[in-house]
Each structure stands twice: as structure tokens, then as C-alpha cells.
């Protein structure tokens, strides 16, 4: 046993052989999966009788609306429903349209094509972003003096949220690529920044920490940035589709968050989030709310502490990405797309550092857990996935700490000698 914990401990378990042939292994069994998923299909239809994509049949549906000069029915369930009934069928099940007007800009080109093409482009074009984001932040390694090789690649493309992404056709590939991307262009290019920032915008409930980390490091031009754009997108979206359809978008969001936050519509085993841990356990809403709020504050505060301070650019990245999902109430197992920015940002800071007591072991369980999140919460009550992104947000919190003391250490330790 202590053989066992002094392994977990070093984190020499894992090997470089270990970790390429586990992500060969997940993504040859996901390609075998989706293959055999596809071939059993009848047409656009599953073998469960969904739609191939599932979510992303609501977007495309809210986009063929837009076409059609409908915009303002994507908030309209009924309409929604039976515009997906009527491309999948009577049968289909219902997504329901949970965005912004923002995203609809997205969802309109999409519906110009077949939805198969759609469908293909959207995965393809927002995995090949995805990929991009995390082989600059691993490249970046190479400005320290150390050499990155080949293998970050099935790291990356083997992540299991991965696989949940595209099963769901979802959107988690473009908020991790467009988070990672505004992340790499701060030092050098605020403004741009500011710009990927607030194309984030289709994601509200991501914006509960950024803004009060980048004040805290003094990014105003980013933060002004980040608003422009949101403000421009908001015009847009109301010069094209008339400023009625935001007032739709206001009025449905109280039903979606009573049925698929507070109720539990989507599965509360779904929801990475200490919101759904405590309504998973019987706790009722309000105790939810304050629980969610008591963990999003110290996040918060944690956070902006972190990049007010001197330490390591990358983990300043890592606790920030980690942090904007464990301060939302509403995330989703998809949407640990973002864990892999963290999860990346902490080897380089690793490599360049030496790797802390349990890190790596941690690093691993990180990568791993997307896989068994929903199933473990589902069959235990245990949310797996909230515990790991927790311990991950303490042990890069504590590490940032230890490295601001030895920052701070090191004139007073020179100046001695």
C-alpha cells in the first residue's frame, strides 16, 4: 500500500509508453464506436431514434427558422419542436434552443447546408480549432529551452470529453478554442483578446470570473475589448433579426432555468456543477443557490488574488479556466472541453517547474474523468467530476501561492548572500 501512495505520489506510474498507448486505445475504441453508430443508423436517426448529433439538431433546426424569417420562434418551444419533428421526424425528441441571440449568427450559415454537411463542418472546423489552441499552448514550451514531441497530439485528440462533444455536437470544441486562443493573445495582444473574450458571449454563464481576474491584472484595454464586442454583437444580432427576438430570449430564460437547472430536466448526473451536486443529494434550490454562490465567490476571489500576483503566467491560465467552470451553476460534462486548456497550461508550467507531490496523478485523473462523470453520478450519487475539478482548483491554487512566496523569497535570499 505505501508502495502504491509514494506512486501516486511521484506520479512515475506515468510513463510515456502509458500515457500514448491509453489515449490510442480511447480513440480507437470512440472510432470504432462512432463507426458502428453511424452504420446502424437509419438515415439522420440513431438506433435510439435521435437525431445523429443530438443537440446539434437544435441548432440547426433554430437555424433553418432564422432562414425561413422565423428568428423569434427559436424561443417559442412548440415552434422549435415541431420544426425539428418536422427534418428528424414525429418521433424525435425534443432539444430545446437555450442561446443567446449571439449564436444564432452561427446557427443560420450552418442550416444552409445539408444537415449531414452541417453537422460535419461544425466538428470538423471547431476540433480543428480546438487542437490549434492546445498545440501553441505545448509549443510554447519550446521558448523555455524544453522539447515537446509529437505525443501532446493523442493526448489532446484522445481526451474524453472529446468524445462527448461530438456525440452531443455541441459547442464545447469552440469555447475551449476561443477561451485558450484569448488566453494566449494577452500578453502580446489585449485587444484581441478582448475580442476572443467576448465572442464567448453565447456563453453567459462563463463570464463569472474573467472580467475580475483580467481587472485584477490591470487588462483594462481586454475588459473594454470584451464589452465592445459583446455590445457590437448585440447590435448585430438586433439589426438582423429586429430587437424583439431579445426580449423572447429574456422571457425564456426563466423556464429554462426552473426545468433544466432547478428541476433537473437535463440530468442532474450531466451537470458538473456544485448547483447539481447539492439538488443531486436532495437539497432543495435555494440551498443550491447559496452553496453555488459561497463556492463561486471564493473562485472568484482566488482567482483574482492569482493574477494580481507575480507567479506563473501559466498557471494563472490553468486556475483561470478552472475556476470559470466550477463558478457556474450550469455546466455540463461536454463543456469540460475547457478542463483540457487547465489541464495543458499546468504541464507546461510542470516542465518548466518540476512537477509538484500528486500533480501528475491528479493531472491524469483530470484527463480521465470526462469518461466516467455522468455514469459514476448517475449510478452513485457521487459527482466525480465536480470532486476532481475542486482538488485540481486547490493544488493549482496552492501551487501559485508557493510560487508567489518564492518569487518574493528569492531578492531577499540574493541580497543576503
Not at 515537446?148 to 462533444?165: D, E, Q
Not at 470526462?370 to 485540481?392: D, E, M, N, Q
Given at each position: ?19 500514448r ?23 439522420l ?67 444552409l ?32 529551452g524544453?522539447?515537446?514531441?509529437p ?114 430536466d ?73 478542463l ?62 508557493l ?15
Amino acid at each position: 500500500m505505501t508502495h502504491i501512495w509514494q506512486g501516486l505520489r511521484s506520479g512515475q506510474w506515468l510513463t510515456a509508453a502509458r500515457i500514448r498507448g491509453y489515449s490510442l486505445i480511447l480513440l480507437a475504441f470512440c472510432a470504432i464506436a462512432a463507426a458502428g453508430w453511424i452504420a446502424l443508423s437509419d438515415g439522420l436517426i440513431d438506433g435510439n431514434g435521435k437525431p445523429i448529433g443530438t443537440d446539434f439538431s437544435s441548432f440547426y433546426a433554430a437555424g433553418s427558422l432564422v432562414l425561413d424569417g422565423r428568428a423569434a420562434d427559436v424561443y417559442n418551444m412548440a415552434a422549435h419542436y415541431a420544426r425539428e419533428q418536422q427534418i428528424f421526424g414525429a418521433a424525435t425528441p425534443y432539444y430545446g434552443w437555450l442561446y443567446p441571440p449571439i449564436f444564432l449568427l452561427v446557427a443560420a450559415p450552418l442550416a444552409l447546408l445539408p444537415y449531414s454537411l452541417a453537422l460535419a463542418a461544425w466538428q470538423i472546423s471547431t476540433f480543428a480549432l480546438y487542437l490549434s489552441v492546445i498545440g501553441v499552448i505545448v509549443r510554447r514550451l519550446r521558448r523555455r529551452g524544453i522539447a515537446i514531441g509529437p505525443l501532446w497530439l493523442p493526448i489532446a485528440a484522445g481526451f474524453p470529453a472529446v468524445f462527448i462533444n461530438l456525440g452531443h455536437g455541441q459547442n464545447g470544441f469552440l469555447s475551449a478554442g476561443l477561451f485558450g486562443a484569448a488566453l494566449l493573445a494577452l500578453p502580446t495582444a489585449p485587444i484581441a483578446s478582448g475580442v476572443l473574450f467576448g465572442l464567448l458571449a453565447y456563453k453567459p454563464q462563463f463570464a463569472l470570473v474573467a472580467p475580475f481576474a483580467l481587472l485584477a491584472a490591470g487588462q483594462w484595454r481586454t475588459v473594454v475589448a470584451a464589452g465592445i464586442t459583446v455590445l457590437m454583437l448585440v447590435g448585430a444580432t438586433s439589426l438582423v433579426f429586429g430587437t424583439d427576438i431579445w426580449l423572447s430570449f429574456a422571457a425564456s430564460t426563466e423556464t429554462s432555468r426552473k426545468l433544466l437547472l432547478e428541476q433537473g430536466d437535463v440530468g442532474f448526473e450531466k451537470l458538473q456543477s456544485v448547483f447539481s451536486a447539492v439538488r443531486m443529494w436532495g437539497g432543495g434550490a435555494p440551498v443550491a443557490y447559496v452553496v453555488q454562490s459561497v463556492v463561486s465567490v471564493a473562485t472568484v476571489c482566488g482567482t483574482a488574488w492569482t493574477w494580481r500576483s507575480s507567479c506563473d503566467p501559466e498557471l494563472k491560465c490553468a486556475l483561470l479556466a478552472i475556476a470559470t467552470l466550477l463558478a457556474s451553476p450550469h455546466v455540463l460534462d461536454y463543456d469540460l472541453m475547457i478542463l483540457a486548456l487547465a489541464i495543458a497550461f499546468i504541464v507546461s508550467a510542470g516542465f518548466a517547474g518540476g512537477f509538484r507531490d500528486y500533480e501528475i496523478s491528479l493531472l491524469a485523473a483530470a484527463w480521465i474523468v470526462p469518461l466516467a462523470a455522468r455514469s459514476v453520478a448517475g449510478a452513485t450519487g457521487i459527482p466525480l467530476g465536480l470532486l476532481v475539478l475542486l482538488t485540481l482548483y486547490v493544488f493549482t491554487l496552492r501551487r501559485a501561492v508557493l510560487d508567489r512566496a518564492n518569487s518574493t523569497a528569492s531578492p531577499h535570499r540574493l541580497a543576503q548572500a
